[in-house]
């Protein structure tokens, strides 16, 4: 791109031939480039001022330029996401595996191994066996929450009951439907009748209703009656 810098307003002069003649040469307007050296004095021109030249570094100055920059500045943006992606995302799948681990671990203690059997679409059933003997079942549920899903792991013995249950991860209201991760309100499963939270209704009822959806799908697999209601 040529460098206009110093032509801006400068008068020129037109020649028969409509060629604009500057102090430097003769000018080519659509490229703004020299084409040849300064004219001789003399003869009739016109002046006038380099306005279609300014309008080529206006151009690049004003449109040109800014999209290019933005443009550099969106792949880089990009690139860096996508390489802080890559970094990240193994990481955040180890935790969120060994969370569920934990979790399967808490709720039934009895078990030292577990292999997936049985998938509803909404409750994931893991038969957790040690020594070789099935000792109950993990049921993995994700009911929908106040502030969304509620990932939970509910321990069921080989009879249907329930053994206990854990909240995996959830994205509840701090200090209210956070207190669905408190013993006080788990604990009460397996242990009896099961009480909403006031105030955190919501969570609290998703929580119930996530473990009556893991209970019935366990006692379905098992071809044991019964209503799930986690009592």
Excluded: C, W
């Excluded at 009951?161 to 013993?183: F, R, V, Y």
């Amino acid at each position: 791109m040529p460098d206009f810098e110093n032509r801006e307003g400068e008068l020129f002069r037109k020649d028969e031939k409509e060629q604009p003649i500057t102090s430097y040469g003769e000018l080519d307007i659509e490229s703004g480039n020299l084409i040849s050296s300064p004219p001789l004095a003399g003869g009739k021109f016109e002046l006038e001022k380099i306005d279609k030249v300014k309008v080529h570094k206006d151009f690049f100055s004003s449109i040109l330029k800014p999209a290019l920059i933005l443009t550099a500045i969106t792949l880089v943006v990009a690139l860096l996401l996508g390489f802080a992606n890559a970094v990240t995302k193994d990481k955040i799948a180890e935790l969120a595996e060994k969370a569920q681990s934990d979790a399967m671990n808490a709720v039934l203690p009895a078990a030292t191994e577990y292999k997936e059997s049985a998938d509803t679409g909404t409750v994931k059933i893991f038969e957790g066996s040690a020594a070789g003997e099935v000792v109950g079942y993990a049921a993995k549920a994700s009911p929908i929450g106040f502030g969304g899903a509620i990932d939970l792991v509910v321990g069921v013995d080989t009879s249907g009951n329930i053994l206990g249950l854990k909240i995996i991860s959830m994205s509840e209201t701090p200090g209210i439907g956070t207190k669905i991760t408190d013993p006080a309100f788990y604990g009460q499963f397996g242990s009896g009748e099961v009480d909403t939270i006031s105030g955190a209704t919501i969570s609290s009822s998703a929580v119930i209703r996530g473990a009556n959806e893991a209970v019935a799908a366990v006692k379905e697999l098992l071809g044991i009656g019964g209503d799930g209601n986690g009592q």
